[in-house]
């Protein structure tokens, strides 16, 4: 498995503003967690289910009740989840002489990295057939694990990170088709990785580039319990732009 990922839905509560304030100034879009032991927190079904909860500040009290738990139970399940970073304090409230702690989510959602599973984890140096799906899902594995490390290290330093995404679909008319695109695709990738790579430009940065394309899931068809079967894999690419040593930059850190 490449990486597990866990939403965190959103909820219609209302806040005063001095609390919306507080805990937005510590709410990430999404927290990528390396840890092997915040990794077996936060999908450890029930504190997954407060971290749900949390997306607003909520105090153990109000957890309990909404989870049908203890407060004292609560209690133990929110003191493991802040001890890995899952969740953070938003506000102390006194109500004669106590204290109510209102604990937030670090993230709006979670996606364990790779690097969780140690030396087991998904490598695309360890994958012979990159024409494969587990090549695939390995890339995707190391886009994780190293994008996660770079925006941990980019939030330490206070710096943005530059970096590209483009998302799309496109519908072949058949296999033919498919092959012709996938063949002028990495032709035009070398093309453009011969006329930008540069290995001795001062200042420069190498940066990694992969591209990837998979069917997408097909529901079943109502008259029958089984999917609709791919096209066969003769039609794979024969061109690959990692044939062109200078397509394949390596990332720096």
């Known amino acids: 498995m490449a990486a597990s990922t866990l939403q965190i839905r959103k909820k219609s509560i209302a806040l005063d503003n001095k609390s919306c304030q507080c805990y937005r100034l510590f709410v990430l ?10 990794a077996t927190a936060a999908l450890e079904p029930m504190r997954g289910r407060l971290l ?21 139970k609560v209690n133990y399940y929110l003191h493991g989840l802040e001890a890995h970073g899952l969740v953070r304090l938003a506000e102390e409230r006194k109500w004669g002489g106590l204290t109510e702690r209102l604990l937030v989510a670090t993230a709006a959602s979670y996606v364990v990295s ?3 599973l140690g030396p087991v984890a998904a490598d695309p140096k360890r994958e012979i057939d990159r024409l494969s799906a587990s090549y695939l899902i390995a890339l995707g594995a190391r886009v994780v694990r190293e994008v996660g490390d770079l ?3 980019a939030k330490e330093t206070g710096k943005r990170l530059a970096t590209l995404a483009v998302d799309t679909e496109v519908r072949f008319r058949s296999p033919a ?11 035009a990738i070398a093309k453009l990785v011969s006329k930008y790579h540069d290995t001795s ?8 580039l ?9 529901k079943s068809d109502p008259k029958s319990d089984h999917p609709r079967p ?10 690959d732009p990692k044939s062109d040593p200078s397509s394949n930059p390596k990332e720096t850190s």
């Open 210 to 218: 992969v591209v990837v394309a998979y069917p997408l899931p097909q």
């Open 151 to 153: 925006v941990r290290r």
């Open 177 to 187: 088709d498919r092959a012709a695109f996938s063949n002028e695709l990495a032709e």
């Open 114 to 116: 790779p690097s969780a």
């Open 230 to 239: 791919d096209h066969p894999k003769s039609d794979r690419p024969t061109s």
């Open 201 to 208: 430009a001062p200042g420069g940065r190498a940066h990694r």
């Open 52 to 72: 749900s909860e949390l997306v607003v500040p909520a105090s153990a009290a109000t957890l309990a009740t909404r989870v049908g738990l203890t407060r004292q």
């Open 29 to 38: 879009d999404l927290q990528v967690i390396d840890d092997p032991a915040a």
